[in-house]
Nanobody, 117 residues
Framework: QVQLVESGGGLVQAGGSLRLSCTTSGTIFRIFAMGWYRQAPGKQRELVAVITSGGNTNYADSVKGRFTISRANAKNTVYLQMNTLIPEDTAVYYC???????????WGQGTQVTVSS
């Protein structure tokens, strides 16, 4: 069973920073694209950022210039560095691993990020 273990959520004031981490198995990490999604109350889950096994990245327009996704291959870990946080970033953040060639798609349990104004 594939597990994605997330950490790093919490409460922060507007303008502050948080870093989320997601760790999985080496087999998954080496091949799959790793991403972060978020879901605010009453809203659909949306893509925040994704990074491929080759290091290519893509960001939602709402977080460009403020968030950075990266991967530490030696640790099988993907990070989401979130700077200049705003209240609209408040959501449950989910780590995702998606196969580039099959329908395999895995989710973490989610971590709460709350930004106070």
């Amino acid at each position: 069973q594939v597990q994605l273990v997330e950490s790093g959520g919490g409460l922060v004031q507007a303008g502050g920073s948080l870093r989320l981490s997601c760790t999985t198995s080496g087999t998954i990490f080496r091949i799959f694209a790793m991403g972060w999604y978020r879901q605010a109350p009453g809203k659909q889950r949306e893509l925040v950022a994704v990074i491929t096994s080759g290091g290519n990245t893509n960001y939602a327009d709402s977080v460009k210039g403020r968030f950075t996704i990266s991967r530490a291959n030696a640790k099988n870990t993907v990070y989401l560095q979130m700077n200049t946080l705003i209240p609209e970033d408040t959501a449950v953040y989910y780590c995702n691993a998606r196969s580039p060639v099959t329908t395999q798609n895995y989710w973490g349990q989610g971590t709460q990020v709350t930004v106070s104004s």
